[in-house]
C-alpha cells in the first residue's frame, strides 16, 4: 500500500513539475512573430497619439503601408500542411506520459480545425488582414477629420504594388477611410516607387536570389542556443522521432499564421516556450537584416525612391498643389529598405549569427509587421502673422522620433534630410521581371 502510494505521488510529482509552463493561461502570451507579428501586437493608435501643433493645420497626408495579413505561399502552404500530421504524435506522446505539455493546450491542440482555405488560397489576403487595414484607415480620419473629409477626385492617390493582396488591402484602407467611395489606381508589373527592387535586376540577382545572404541565419541554426531550442522542443513535445529545422520552423509558421490579430491564441503556439519564440524570432530578424537592411549598401539606396517621391509630393503640397492624402501599399522588403534609408533602427554592432542580442533595436517584430506603416504629416503654420511649416512622422500609429525631436521636423530640418533622396535606378543595371 505504501508503496504504490508513492508511486501515485511521484507520477503526479514528476507531471507538475515538467508541466509548469501552460500556454492556454499565461495572461500575457510572448506574440512577437517577426514579419508575422499580427498589426495589433505592435501598433498605436493614431487618434491618441497625433501630435497636435499649436496654430497649426495638417495640409497632406503621405504614407507607405504594408498589406495586411495574408496566407502564405503555395510551397510554404504545403509545408505547413504536411507539418499538420505531427499534431497527431504530439497528442499520442502525452495520452502515453512523454510530453510535458499541459491538457488543456493538448485538448485545444486536437479540437483545432485545419483552416484549409488558408493553403488552398496562397498569397490571398485574410480577413483578419482586410480588416486591419479597414481600421487603419478609419482611425486616420477620426485623427485627421478635416482634411480626409470629402476627398475629392484630384485631391488623393492610392496604389498598390502587384498582387491581389495588395488590391485588396488598398481597398480596405480606403473602405475604411471613406466607405470605398474612392478610386484607387491600377498596379503596374513595371518600376513603381513603392516596389522599385522587384524589377531591379541587381537587387534580384546578388541578393534576393543569392543563398550567401542567408549565411548568417543559417549560422544561426547551428549555435549552441538554437540548438537548446530545438532539444527543449523536442524534449516539450515528446515524439520519439527527431524534429528537423523544417519541422520546427512549419510549426511556428502553424503558430503564428493561425494567431488572431484579436489576441486569438493559436493552439499551435503551446509547442514553444516564450524562450523558444525569441529565439525564432532572431531567425527572422537575420533573414531581414541581410536580405533587405543593413546587411547590403543597395538596400539603401532603393529605400531612398519612396523618400524622394515624399519629398517631391511635400513640395507641392507646400506651394498649393499637392495632395491631401497619398498612400502607397507595399511588402516587408520595401518597409525594411525604407528604415535603412533613413538610418534608423541601426545597431552599434551588425546583427550576426554568432550571438543574438536581446537589446538590438532591428527587431522585425516591431518593424516589419502586417499592417506596418509610416505616414509624414505635413502642416502649415500660422504664428505672429508668419507662414511656417512642419512635417510629422508616425510608425505604426506612434511618433517615430528619432527623425526629428519628438518626431517634429522643421521645413528646414525636412528639406535637409529628404532632399538628397535619389530616386536614380541606374545600380539596378538591368530590369528583371517583377516576383510575385
Not at 87 to 92: D, H, L, P, W
Request: hydrophobic share 35%; aromatic share 14%.
Amino acid at each position: 500500500m505504501k508503496f504504490l502510494f508513492v508511486t501515485v505521488f511521484l507520477s503526479v510529482y514528476a507531471r507538475s513539475v515538467i508541466s509548469l509552463f501552460c500556454y492556454w493561461n499565461t495572461g500575457c502570451p510572448y506574440n512577437y512573430f517577426s514579419s508575422r507579428t499580427p498589426y495589433n501586437a505592435a501598433r498605436g493608435d493614431i487618434r491618441d497619439s497625433v501630435i497636435k501643433l499649436t496654430d497649426c493645420e495638417p495640409i497632406s497626408i503621405w504614407g507607405l503601408v504594408r498589406h495586411g495579413k495574408r496566407n502564405p505561399g503555395a510551397e510554404l502552404a504545403l509545408t505547413m500542411k504536411n507539418a499538420i500530421v505531427i499534431r497527431e504524435y504530439v497528442v499520442s506522446s502525452y495520452e502515453n506520459g512523454n510530453s510535458s505539455l499541459c491538457a488543456q493546450d493538448i485538448e485545444n491542440l486536437r479540437e483545432l480545425g485545419a483552416d484549409y482555405g488558408m493553403f488552398e488560397n496562397a498569397y490571398q489576403l485574410s480577413e483578419e488582414g482586410y480588416q486591419e487595414m479597414m481600421d487603419i484607415g478609419k482611425r486616420f480620419k477620426q485623427a485627421f477629420p478635416k482634411l480626409l473629409n470629402k476627398l475629392e477626385s484630384q485631391s488623393y492617390t492610392f496604389r498598390p504594388a502587384f498582387g491581389k493582396w495588395m488590391q485588396k488591402s488598398a481597398e480596405g484602407f480606403v473602405n475604411g477611410l471613406a466607405n470605398g467611395n474612392l478610386d484607387i489606381e491600377k498596379a503596374t508589373t513595371d518600376f513603381d516607387i513603392m516596389d522599385p527592387y522587384t524589377t531591379c535586376g541587381k537587387y534580384q540577382r546578388d541578393v534576393k536570389k543569392n543563398p550567401e545572404i542567408y549565411l548568417e541565419s543559417n549560422k544561426y541554426l547551428e549555435t549552441t542556443e538554437f540548438l537548446a531550442t530545438k532539444d527543449r522542443i523536442q524534449r516539450r513535445l515528446g515524439i520519439d522521432y527527431p524534429l528537423t529545422n523544417e519541422n520546427i520552423s512549419a510549426l511556428y509558421d502553424l503558430c503564428r499564421y493561425t494567431w488572431s490579430s484579436k489576441d486569438k491564441m493559436s493552439p499551435w503556439c503551446a509547442l514553444f516556450t516564450t524562450e523558444d519564440l525569441k529565439v525564432l524570432e532572431y531567425a527572422g530578424d537575420l533573414k531581414h537584416y541581410y536580405r533587405n537592411g543593413y546587411g547590403n549598401s543597395i538596400n539603401a539606396h532603393l529605400g531612398q525612391i519612396p523618400l524622394s517621391d515624399l519629398f517631391k509630393s511635400f513640395q507641392l503640397a507646400k506651394d498649393g498643389k499637392g495632395k491631401k492624402i497619398i498612400a502607397y501599399f507595399t511588402h516587408a522588403t520595401m518597409m525594411d529598405m525604407l528604415y535603412t534609408a533613413l538610418n534608423l533602427f541601426k545597431d552599434d554592432v551588425e546583427l550576426t549569427g554568432s550571438l543574438r542580442n536581446p537589446d538590438r533595436k532591428w527587431r522585425t517584430s516591431k518593424l516589419s509587421i502586417f499592417g506596418a506603416n509610416m505616414f509624414a504629416v505635413l502642416s502649415r503654420c500660422n504664428r505672429e502673422n508668419k507662414t511656417d511649416y512642419n512635417v510629422v512622422f508616425y510608425l505604426n500609429e506612434e511618433p517615430l522620433k528619432p527623425i526629428c525631436e519628438q518626431g517634429v521636423c522643421t521645413w528646414e530640418e525636412f528639406e535637409n534630410k529628404f532632399k538628397t533622396m535619389n530616386s536614380n535606378t541606374d545600380m539596378c543595371q538591368f530590369k528583371s521581371l517583377p516576383y510575385i
